[in-house]
């Protein structure tokens, strides 16, 4: 029985990749769900946490599998192509933190907003823009989703705020902790702690490392951030909360970034290699999540090899379009600056050069 | 010695504008106990663009100082410290991010002295690189010569070479009064010949005088910072087709040297001025005020053009960036319809 169903599960592999068909065999191999125990939460000014088991799918499984898988070739990706120099300027890559934008996105709604600064390839991704119209951005074509004009740092999506190049804001994030909690606006305000800020390590920049407890008068979760499901549950506890009408609260997710803080920066004289490598052997997301569905029945270490072939073709595909993509046409140079305005024009490098805006 | 502290020196031969900024700093803070550095990265990881490399190994914590990543914060720690009698050199790690401080540049710094009736002066250095790099986009692109220029109690310098980029640093550290240092990523790792002055310790470029680079007869070209060195190419470019330039480089924005433009202005008749920054209130539509004002716009043959960077944000494409600043083929151009050649 098991070898027909293996064979039959090859033949309709082999032909056109129908998940719905692959489900169906597949439905009599494998647990359609499985309970795991996830970390507890720190909590702060909280009676409660997030529950310390949850229920995953296979369904949802797969997705959360294939996103981070997505969002780690794709950074891999632009790695490559910046090394090429394919890719200019300044790019900030997530990979090692999968397990926060995937986690998160699974834990709100499509209709929620998010904002975040410029290590955001990932959650552009997770907010639903295209692996094809990320890279054409980062290589600064016409078809990036911001028409090749803001490259790295600055890419939107609906309900996604971009991507932002300026930080150093300490002092506003204490306001805003004030106003939000003052007039209960329901916001989840996140930490990814990955451990250092650009070369300095968060011993060496914070009073207080516990990140969590910083809004003080806003209760806070830290969380497990390279366990996709503990940042799913503690999102969903957190959006909980604020629906609720109880106001703010923060999420610290601990995690940890592979590269550098950007592709200036080769990451290696602030860290060691070996603390490099003991995250990735012990706490790779990637190979968290795997490992639990395959050691619970609810993925086959095949299938999920598969997915990887169709991540990484999915990428290939996506980075020859970002390569072969032409650049915006310099007659657009000037479109764009004013919303909603009648033309006008836009002064060049002088007087004589002119280019034309449209809103 | 040079070896043992990883320090740059290297007699009468070529010096990129890091290591000349570098040796200013060093030699500042060697020769008085109250200069020290403070920024981003400035110490351990030896500054994000390696100006301050080796320092903090030669001078230790309390000269070369790490901040977390609050520019508002650490900005109002150097004005507090500068109040109180030391000498602060201020980096911010591009000069965009000196918008999340700029409250106290302007309003703690630049204005102080004159509000305190002449009590209470702000000894300070706000330095980093300003302007377009290479393919930062928009919010890292900006420059800041008209903002900061435009602020009376603040001084506003601007190299462009190794020499300029040392003899200024050493000037504004030995100032006694705030001064912004716009430097520029992309000339980091240009190197310049040192004239044999710039070695001395003691070599210092006065705030407020532009220095002629090239001398000429037909127009008069007025720049800062890297577009210096575009006016130069376009220069000698010009000069095959026997037009005679004569380069200015500003050096300073504030206080603006502007009898050096007027002298060159009566004597060639023309005049352009070249700016990364945008069009509208730059550093040129200043220029081309002063001289209506004073005694060269008489000796004008053509109106004044500037030659600035797009009115637009930087966008990121790159054949958007490299038609948002101004190339040579656009400073040739400017020069041509001025002599209306």
Redesign the interface.
């Given at each position: 029985m098991r070898k027909m169903l293996a064979a039959v599960s090859r033949v309709l592999s082999g032909a056109a990749q129908k998940p719905a068909s692959r489900v169906l065999v597949a439905s009599r191999n494998f647990a359609n769900d499985a309970t795991f125990e996830i970390k507890k939460c720190d909590l702060h000014r909280l009676e409660e946490g997030p529950p310390v088991t949850t229920v995953l799918t296979r369904e949802d499984g797969l997705r959360y599998y294939r996103m981070m898988q997505t969002v780690r070739r794709m950074e891999l990706k632009a790695d490559q192509l910046y090394k090429q120099k394919i890719i200019?300027?300044?790019c900030h890559l997530c990979d090692g933190q999968e397990a926060c934008c995937v986690g998160l996105e699974a834990g709100i709604n499509p209709t929620d907003h998010l904002i975040t600064a410029y290590r955001a390839h990932g959650f552009t991704f997770t907010r639903g823009l295209s692996v094809r119209e990320i890279l054409a951005?980062l290589t600064?074509?016409r078809g990036g989703c911001?028409k090749?004009?803001?490259?790295?740092?600055?890419m939107y999506a609906k309900n996604f705020y971009g991507g932002?190049?300026?930080?150093?804001?300490?002092?506003q994030i204490f306001e805003a902790y004030n106003m939000a909690a003052l007039w209960k606006l329901p916001c989840i305000f996140i930490c990814e702690n990955n451990r250092y800020?650009?070369?300095?390590s968060v011993e060496?920049?914070?009073a207080s490392t516990d990140y969590y407890k910083r809004g003080d008068f806003i209760p806070g979760l830290r969380v497990d951030g390279m366990d996709i499901l503990c940042v799913r549950e503690a999102t969903r506890f957190a959006a909980a909360h604020c629906r609720s009408g109880k106001g703010p609260i923060l999420m610290e997710l601990q995690t940890y970034r592979y590269h550098g803080h950007s592709m200036s920066d080769p990451g290696v004289?602030?860290r060691t290699r070996e603390e490099i490598q003991e995250v990735r052997s012990k706490s790779d997301p990637i190979m968290l999540l795997k490992d639990r569905m395959v050691n619970s029945n609810l993925a086959s270490v095949e299938e999920l090899k598969e997915i990887d072939v169709e991540v990484r073709k999915e990428i290939e595909d996506a980075a020859q379009f970002a390569t072969a993509d032409p650049?915006?046409p310099?007659e657009?140079?000037?479109y764009h600056?004013y919303s909603s305005d009648p033309p006008f024009e836009?002064?060049?490098?002088?007087?004589?050069?002119k280019?034309k805006s449209i809103s | 010695m040079a070896a043992a502290s990883g320090l740059m020196r290297r007699p009468l031969e070529q010096v990129t504008v890091r290591e000349a900024i570098n040796q200013g700093m060093d030699e500042e803070l060697e020769r008085d106990e109250k200069v020290f550095l403070l920024g981003?990265?400035v110490a351990?990881?030896d500054g994000?663009y390696k100006v301050s490399r080796g320092l903090w190994k030669k001078y230790g914590d309390k000269r070369i100082i790490?901040t977390?990543?609050?520019?508002?914060?650490f900005a109002g720690i150097a004005v507090g410290a500068a109040m109180a009698g030391l000498r602060p050199i201020c980096e911010f790690m591009t000069f965009?991010?000196s918008?999340?401080a700029i409250d106290q540049v302007i309003n703690s710094a630049a204005k102080t002295y004159y509000m305190s009736g002449g009590l209470q002066p702000v000894p300070i250095v706000f330095r980093g690189p300003n302007g377009a790099?290479?393919?930062?986009?928009?919010?890292?692109s900006q420059c800041f010569a008209a903002w900061y220029g435009h602020c009376p109690g603040l001084k506003v310098v601007s190299p462009w070479n190794s020499e300029d980029a040392k003899g200024l640093i050493k000037s504004a550290i030995r100032d006694n009064n705030p001064v912004v240092v716009l430097e520029n990523e992309l000339m980091y790792g240009v190197p310049f010949e040192f004239p044999s002055e710039a070695q001395s310790k003691d070599f210092l470029i006065p705030i407020g005088k532009a220095k002629i680079e090239r001398q000429g007869t037909h127009i008069t070209v007025v720049a800062h910072s890297r577009p210096v060195g575009h006016c130069l190419e376009a220069a000698t470019v010009l000069s095959k087709e026997g037009i005679e330039c004569e380069v200015i480089n500003m050096r300073t924005i504030r206080p603006m040297d502007i009898e050096t433009i007027e002298a060159s202005v009566m004597k060639t008749n023309h005049l352009i001025t070249v700016e990364g920054g945008w069009?509208q209130f730059g550093v040129g539509a200043e220029v081309c005020a002063r001289i209506m004002e004073g005694p060269a716009f008489n000796f004008l043959d053509a109106p004044a053009?500037?030659?600035?960077?797009?009115?637009?944000?930087m966008?990121?494409?790159?054949?958007?960036e490299d038609?948002?600043?101004?190339?040579v083929k656009?400073i040739i151009?400017?020069i041509k319809?001025t002599l209306n050649i």
């Open positions: 200019r300027g300044f951005e600064g074509r911001a090749g004009k803001g490259g790295s740092m600055h932002n190049g300026i930080v150093g804001a300490q002092g800020g650009m070369g300095t060496r920049a914070a004289s602030y650049e915006p310099l657009e140079l000037g600056i836009v002064r060049g490098a002088n007087q004589w050069i280019f | 981003e990265e351990q990881y994000a790490d977390p990543i609050s520019e508002m914060g965009n991010f918008m999340q790099s290479a393919g930062v986009a928009a919010q890292h069009p053009v500037r030659v600035t960077g797009a009115d637009v944000p966008p990121y494409a790159k054949i958007l038609n948002s600043i101004p190339q656009d151009f400017a319809k």
